[in-house]
């Protein structure tokens, strides 16, 4: 069982700019290959059939958008507390996460503001690869509580 | 399968026809369901209860279990897995489905960039359509094929109350495999022109 509190708040006060969210790491072996499929349910060949992989022009197969977007929304998601909230999620696909790699999901605060009553912060997210380095570069938007009652509710 | 060569393809053809296309309207097959949101979770170890106990989700913000921001909602807007298949009995009517039927001298796709916007929370038993137009096209090259395609595609997904839930603007890149740009590299050699 994971001793993360996945449950806690998190209040926009504490959150300061620069702050690290260390995020998590995963091995890419043949188990993680297929859930990758499983789970996004994403069958285009590319992604576990080296033979069409090769055929594309690729060196292998490489991780699908889904689970690219579940590693970096879970970095999110694990940080932003039980009422926080991704308001956007964008990165760019630039290198490969491919089989053998170990690759850390990350992100860093880059700025916070009020804006319409909403309490926001922006983050930088990454993909890192042993292999490759960053992969996939991206941003994103939380909202999250704030301590003084009022402002920044959702 | 694609087979139109670089010098046969008319990029600003292509633009005229197809910016701004509607080019699916897909409704969910199924509501929004659990099973399919704890595979989604444990594919990236998420073990995040709010995603994956109902009792727990139920004390929370949202009442019931929510679709993480993670997961891509086209699971729960579409027909099947991606791409259609026969396999799946989703079988597609062309053989563009990677270009979303736009022509492209290549047939082999690779998604560049995602751009997400999370309005409204998707919660179990919700059923979800979604709406794709195409954006924008046009060609940049790349290291495997200097005539690749770029296609920018903007999706809103839409509950049963026919509320925009979320927005998602993906860029995929179209490009031709080694032995497409071999071979059109053949007919160049035989007619003396440059592909």
Redesign the interface.
Known sequence: MSSFDYLAERYWDDVAEGDEVPGFRKTLDATEMVLQVSGSQDWNLVHHDTDFARDSGMQDIFYNTGWTTGMLGRVLTDWAGRSGWVEKLSFQMRGMNTGGASVRAHARVSGKRMEDGRALVDLDIFLESDLAGVTTPGKATVRLPVRQAGAGER | MNNIHPDDYDIDAVRTEWIGKLISQAHGRYPVEYD?IR?????????????LDPE?ARS??HGTVIV?????LT?FAGQ????P?A??GTDPENSGV?SFGVPTPGD???????????IEPVRVGDHLRLELRIADVFQKPIS?DPHAVWIITETSFFNQADKVVAKWRNTMLL?R???QVSRDAARDAGTGEGA
């Open positions: 399919p595979r989604h979770c444990h594919m990236v170890g998420d073990l995040n209860p709010a995603f727990v929370g913000p993480p921001p993670s997961m891509l699971y099947g897995p991606w791409p298949t396999a799946a990677f082999r796709g690779i998604n560049m960039e995602v751009a997400w916007e999370f495997l490009h495999s080694p032995e």
